[in-house]
């Protein structure tokens, strides 16, 4: 039995990856891609899927590096042709978004509604519209939930 060192030298680390994941048929599946190359994609601003995806392999886990079983791929798929079943995942598949990342797009997209909210409204008796501070704060006191999934004019 051969063992392989596990050593920093011998891992190749992920930088700037982003997981694309899509469960089909009781498995789930990974891409690895580019961030912001996800997003454009999704938009159709990028068309290059080479410039999207880290590389042309579908896995069970990215972030261990395990590949995904051709005769997994050919039960969920119907197909082994992982250029066609990274499409798929990349199109259907749910990304993957950091902590930090996720709590600065919510604390924006609150304070985005927030604006909206101050725009359509005003202080009756000053006749002045009310400030964003004060919105913002009675926001948390009713304590107003984003949806992030939603835009911010329909939350309003």
Same mark, same amino acid.
């Given at each position: 039995m051969?063992r392989?060192?596990?050593?920093p030298?011998?891992?190749?680390?992920?930088?700037?990856v982003?997981?694309?994941?899509?469960?089909?048929?009781?498995?789930?599946?990974e891409?690895?891609?580019?961030?912001n190359?996800?997003?454009?994609?999704?938009s159709g601003?990028e068309?290059d899927l080479?410039?999207v995806?880290?590389?042309?392999?579908?896995y069970t886990?990215v972030?261990?590096?395990?590949?995904?079983?051709?005769?997994?791929?050919?039960?969920?798929?119907?197909?082994d042709?992982q250029?066609?079943?990274c499409?798929?995942i990349?199109?259907?598949?749910?990304l993957?978004?950091a902590?930090k990342?996720?709590?600065?797009?919510?604390?924006?997209?609150?304070?985005d509604?927030?604006?909206?909210v101050?725009?359509? +409204?005003?202080?009756?008796? +000053?006749?002045?519209?009310?400030?964003?501070?004060?919105?913002?704060?009675?926001m948390h006191?009713i304590h107003?939930?984003v949806?992030?999934?939603k835009?911010?004019?329909?939350?309003?």
């Amino acid at each position: 039995m051969s063992r392989s060192l596990v050593q920093p030298v011998g891992q190749k680390r992920l930088t700037n990856v982003a997981v694309v994941r899509l469960k089909k048929h009781g498995t789930r599946f990974e891409i690895a891609c580019y961030k912001n190359k996800v997003l454009s994609w999704r938009s159709g601003v990028e068309k290059d899927l080479d410039e999207v995806l880290q590389s042309h392999t579908v896995y069970t886990n990215v972030s261990k590096g395990v590949l995904a079983k051709t005769k997994d791929l050919k039960a969920a798929f119907d197909s082994d042709d992982q250029t066609k079943i990274c499409l798929e995942i990349l199109d259907k598949g749910e990304l993957q978004v950091a902590g930090k990342e996720r709590e600065s797009q919510l604390s924006s997209q609150f304070r985005d509604i927030a604006t909206i909210v101050m725009q359509k +409204t005003y202080n009756p008796e +000053t006749r002045r519209p009310y400030t964003i501070s004060l919105i913002e704060s009675l926001m948390h006191e009713i304590h107003f939930a984003v949806d992030p999934h939603k835009s911010s004019k329909k939350q309003i």
